[in-house]
């Protein structure tokens, strides 16, 4: 994005999964790393996360889903990004993942997949290593 300033991340909760207690949690953690976070809230569709991120000009957007609806969700994310000319937004999940889907979902283009038990400090270091402005 070539844009200086702190990295951008919107946090979001796609589909009907009605708990965000890791969301915030990722949000929180984020913050206090010096990062701007935009937090979508619960019931989100992609399409209101893709149009977020874009209007928040994000670096990465961070999915989080226990529903198990993560293949469908984070492919559907990742086919609006791409018809929006939006691919540079990197886009990373977190939630209850089955390993064999971890492999189908980077084959899609998700950034990266954290599973419950990884410790916050490891998702602020990914972001910062992987979500860094060129500018």
């Known amino acids: 994005m070539g844009v200086s300033g702190p990295i951008r991340v919107v946090v979001a909760k796609p589909g009907l999964d009605g708990h965000d207690r890791g969301a915030k949690v990722i949000a929180r953690a984020l913050r206090?790393?010096?990062?701007?976070?935009?937090?979508?809230?619960?019931?989100?569709?992609?399409?209101?996360?893709?149009?977020?991120?874009?209007?928040?000009?994000?670096?990465?957007?961070?999915?989080s889903i226990l529903s198990g609806a993560h293949m469908t969700l984070c492919a559907k994310v990742l086919e609006l990004l791409r018809e929006r000319d939006a691919e540079d937004i990197k886009v990373f999940c977190g939630g209850i993942v089955p390993p064999e889907d971890i492999v189908e979902l980077k084959a899609l283009g998700v950034a990266d997949i954290f599973t419950p038990g990884t410790p916050t400090q490891d998702v602020v270091a990914w972001v910062q290593e992987n979500l860094r402005h060129a500018g």
């Open 32 to 63: 206090d790393a010096g990062m701007e976070v935009i937090y979508t809230g619960l019931h989100q569709t992609p399409e209101q996360i893709v149009d977020t991120a874009i209007q928040e000009d994000a670096d990465g957007i961070g999915l």
